[in-house]
């Protein structure tokens, strides 16, 4: 059984691209969201997507917008990229339409740097 | 609003010595709180988590963890210290279950002496 995949690995970009980083949840699972790493810190939530539709939202700006596709996969687009926003940036995936009082169970990141 | 408070940026412990990581945390409903783990270049494997019932959990790896509702803590232990568990360790919280946003503090490194 696969877990919580994501692609790519790592990715550099320079300041003002955009950039699109992708998640598969894990099998049986309906929920993705995602969080920011940034060095030396907690992860920081930045939205959940369920049934294709935002679900909650944390405390990140208009330039982080995601999508959720039929499948359960995901994807997270940052425009106009900053400094600021290299860091891990993890997925998570969890069973929110069976139910069950689960957890969510990350993907192993991608690791964005800005130049 | 739910937050967490790691005590401990570094602990630094013996091989074969105890474990403690200290985390407390605020919450204006009843909590679901857990513990990860976070190996170098990786993302986060779940140790343990707490919903309801027992007070005392238990997770994988022999690490354990007790909530005191009285103390708002939730404190990592582990008995014998071993060099595999050399890794950052975030507390999390969330509001509703552990499908709803988890929030984390800012972070524990252990680091195991031979």
């Known amino acids: 059984d696969a877990g919580v995949t994501q692609s790519p690995t790592h990715l550099i970009k320079t300041r003002g691209q955009q950039v699109t980083l992708r998640c598969s949840p894990k099998s049986g699972h309906d929920t993705v969201s995602w969080y920011q790493q940034a060095l030396g810190q907690g992860p920081q939530f930045i939205f959940q997507?369920?049934?294709?539709?935002?679900?909650q939202r944390g405390n990140f700006p208009d330039r982080f917008s995601g999508h959720q596709f039929p499948n359960y996969s995901s994807e997270l687009n940052v425009n106009a990229l900053l400094l600021g926003d290299s860091a891990l940036y993890l997925c998570?995936?969890?069973?929110?339409?069976?139910?069950?009082?689960?957890?969510?169970?990350f993907g192993p990141g991608t690791r964005l740097t800005v130049l | 609003a739910q937050s967490v408070t790691q005590l401990g940026s570094h602990v630094s412990v013996s091989e074969g010595a105890l474990v403690l990581l200290r985390c407390n945390y605020s919450?204006?409903?009843?909590?679901?709180l857990f513990w990860y783990v976070q190996y170098p270049n990786q993302g986060l494997q779940l140790l343990l988590k707490y919903t309801t019932g027992a007070t005392l959990v238990k997770g994988i790896n022999g690490f354990e963890a007790e909530f005191k509702k009285s103390e708002t803590s939730f404190h990592l232990t582990k008995p014998s210290a071993h060099m595999s568990d050399a890794a950052e360790y975030f507390c999390?919280?969330?509001?509703?279950?552990?499908?709803?946003?988890?929030?984390f503090g800012t972070g524990t490194r252990l680091t195991i002496i031979p």
């Open positions: 998570a995936s969890s069973p929110l339409g069976s139910g069950y009082t689960d957890t969510q169970y």
């Open positions: 919450s204006s409903v009843p909590p679901y």
């Open positions: 999390a919280v969330s509001a509703n279950f552990g499908n709803e946003k988890l929030t």
């Open positions: 997507y369920y049934e294709e539709e935002e679900r």
